[in-house]
């Protein structure tokens, strides 16, 4: 039985490339939902809700304070579908795995594969969304003030990566796609809530402890800590956490997914 470490890439990057074959006829009508959401929210709460609040959150405006975070959302969102409704859809009703394990790629070439295209995708929204972001600060609102925004792609790659481990480790655990819904509304919603996109999360009694403890919390405050600086230590903090993490769900994804194979 192979290991994550014998890795074939070729194989990997064979299933990247069907991946992106597909996307390629139908990504006109895919991406503009995925991409408009997070701007919706910039629109709707930065700038309308935020010309009713007299003075925004760390002293300047409120939209100032929530784009970083919708950056980092909108990479978990591009990553987290893929891992989840489309992965389990190709595995459970197409059987486009079983078509995989039929060749000589191994279940770890097909979940590097998987969650390569994840972070593409992630790439795509995250990236989507800083161009947008990147074009309002030209035009005279402050969402990027710090050189170290150059650095947003990577930390979008990061993010794209863990929420992408994270959505194969639930698929491995499901066999109905009604499951979902739990992870949707238990999981992603709430971190969209109270990861410190909209407000500090220190708002509530113990909400930073418990926040600390989350993906999101940490992709939020990297990502503000590069769009507007001043980096400080707990900016290392985050993408440290965030590296780990991705490191463990490297070890148990393959695994656990090759576990729900054979069941």
């Not at 790439?123 to 650095?151: E, Q, R």
């Amino acid at each position: 039985m192979r290991l994550l470490g014998d890795l074939d890439t070729k194989m990997a990057w064979a299933v990247f490339m069907r991946n992106a074959t597909e996307y390629s006829h139908s990504w006109r009508m895919n991406i503009l939902p995925n991409f408009f959401e997070p701007v919706l929210y910039l629109i709707g709460m930065g700038i309308g809700l935020g010309h009713y609040m007299s003075r925004g959150l760390d002293g300047g405006d409120y939209v100032v304070f929530i784009a970083p975070g919708l950056c980092a959302s909108a990479a978990m969102n591009g990553a987290s579908f893929e891992t989840t409704y489309n992965m389990f859809i190709k595995m459970t009703y197409v059987r486009l795995y079983d078509a995989y394990l039929s060749t000589p790629a191994q279940i770890q070439d097909v979940v590097a594969g998987e969650n390569l295209w994840a972070v593409a995708r992630a790439m795509f929204y995250g990236l989507g969304f800083l161009l947008v972001i990147a074009a309002m600060s030209l035009f005279g609102v402050p969402l990027l003030t710090s050189p170290a925004a150059l650095l947003m792609p990577l930390a979008i790659v990061l993010i794209g990566a863990t929420f992408a481990l994270i959505g194969s480790l639930f698929t491995s655990m499901i066999k109905q796609i009604d499951l979902y819904s739990y992870y949707y509304t238990l999981w992603l919603t709430p971190l969209f809530l109270f990861s410190g996109i909209f407000f500090p999360v220190d708002r509530f009694p113990g909400g930073e402890t418990v926040a600390w403890c989350t993906p999101l919390f940490h992709a939020v405050r990297l990502s503000r800590g590069l769009c507007q600086g001043p980096l400080g230590t707990e900016h290392a903090v985050s993408a440290v956490w965030l590296v780990v993490l991705c490191g463990l769900l490297l070890t148990i994804v393959p695994k656990r997914l090759r576990a729900r194979f054979w069941q």
